[in-house]
């Protein structure tokens, strides 16, 4: 029985697209792996200049209100400049944030990357990636490889630290193990986000226009003849957690631009520590959290800090405003009156956000997510970062429209 949720119960993100918690810099196109789920053309040559990229934040800065960058890519670390554009993120009072597969991600260039006013950093790492000496292990087999990078990342102190993985019919199986390992390391991973895999189908129930002539879409990197399953729902992703997390609980969502109960993104807060989940916040909390953040800083919250993620003990202080912490707040006393030494402890916050992208509805309308934090700039506008590879190839967003009715003139 496929789960359902009801988003009345839940917390619809404040976020729009002049006032969000990101925005989404793409310094660079190129990137140094090629993973199945990626979206944009690998070119190596397409880094942008620093004026260029100072012009982008400008223009990000004139738009858009936000707490936090996004550098991503192509894989921002192959920039030349990364450090100078993670300088140029912090002195004007946003927190940057790094997305990337960590390929060319060591030490010494975090500790410089900190030194630059790093906020944090968001690593991509699934199976499908074609990472060298890593194209047959598992989703469970890469949480080794997850756990080196956080460990790094702990070590250099005061980053928050996230992780990504695509979701594809075949490792949809495979999510549960890696929410395990992230309570298995909760003081030092702060954030998972599972993102649906997404393909445009080439020769299915549609056609493509541009300024109403058809064009072919198969250029595109996320069009494919048989891209597998594409139709995993960020419910689904709920449900195969909650097969080995039954209390799996989210409190807060962003719907879609076509349809107000879908649930493009769909977040989760959980309290706990390592060998046990106390419970998990409810939308009140998580309602305090944002309303509270946007009035003392005039934005939503994007990244907390680490110092944030572990008090969690702390946080069960707002049990009467939040049936989610009063419920972990008393799962809490019950097992300090069994053991008491847990009072020495920490017990942290993690969150667990899944991501479902563009789908298609029958009747050709794209359902995109309504204020998306991954807004980026084409041509000094906003635009959604997944499909910009629809205004660099045809100079616009592509219409779909399905083969029975006629293109929009």
């Not at 993100?13 to 660079?28: A, C, M, Q, R, Y």
């Not at 019919?169 to 890696?178: F, K, S």
Request: charged share 25%; hydrophobic share 40%.
């Amino acid at each position: 029985m496929t789960t359902t949720l009801d988003h009345r119960e839940l917390y619809r993100l404040p976020w729009s697209l002049p006032d969000n918690s990101i925005s989404w810099l793409e310094p660079t196109a190129a990137c140094n792996l090629a993973c199945l789920g990626c979206y944009r053309t690998n070119d190596p040559k397409a880094h942008k200049s620093l004026e260029e990229i100072e012009h982008e934040l400008d223009v990000f800065t004139r738009l858009r209100t936000c707490d936090g960058i996004s550098i991503a890519g192509g894989d921002p670390l192959t920039h030349p400049g990364i450090v100078d554009i993670v300088e140029m993120v912090a002195k004007r009072g946003i927190k940057p944030i790094l997305n990337t597969n960590g390929l060319a991600l060591d030490r010494d260039l975090l500790v410089e990357l900190k030194r630059a006013g790093l906020h944090g950093l968001t690593l991509h790492i699934d199976s499908k990636q074609r990472r060298p000496h890593w194209r047959d292990k598992t989703e469970i087999e890469h949480n080794e490889l997850r756990l080196d990078y956080a460990q790094m990342i702990a070590d250099v102190g005061d980053l928050s630290c996230s992780f990504n993985a695509t979701v594809y019919g075949d490792t949809l199986q495979y999510v549960p193990d890696v929410v395990a390992w992230g309570q298995e390391h909760i003081d030092i991973v702060h954030v998972l986000v599972f993102i649906a895999f997404r393909a445009g189908l080439v020769g299915g129930d549609f056609d493509y226009y541009v300024r109403g002539e058809k064009i072919d879409f198969s250029p595109l990197p996320y069009a494919a003849d048989d891209a597998g399953r594409i139709d995993i729902k960020s419910t689904d992703i709920v449900e195969a957690i909650r097969g080995r997390f039954p209390d799996f609980t989210p409190c807060a969502y962003l719907n879609g631009t076509q349809r107000p109960d879908s649930f493009k993104w769909l977040l989760t807060g959980r309290l706990g520590t390592k060998d046990r989940i106390y419970g998990y916040v409810g939308h009140k909390f998580m309602e305090l959290a944002q309303t509270t953040h946007h009035l003392r800083h005039g934005c939503y919250l994007a990244y907390s800090t680490p110092k944030v993620h572990r008090r969690g003990r702390s946080m069960m202080l707002l049990a009467p405003l939040d049936h989610g912490i009063a419920g972990a707040a008393a799962a809490y006393l019950k097992a300090l009156a069994l053991n008491p030494l847990r009072a020495f402890g920490r017990a942290h916050l993690q969150s667990v956000m899944i991501i479902q992208p563009a789908d298609v509805l029958p009747d050709g309308r794209t359902d995109m997510c309504a204020g998306c934090p991954d807004m980026t700039l084409w041509n000094d506008e906003l635009a959604w970062s997944c499909r910009l590879e629809e205004p660099t190839h045809y100079g616009q967003f592509v219409e779909i429209v399905p083969k029975s009715a006629a293109p929009v003139q």
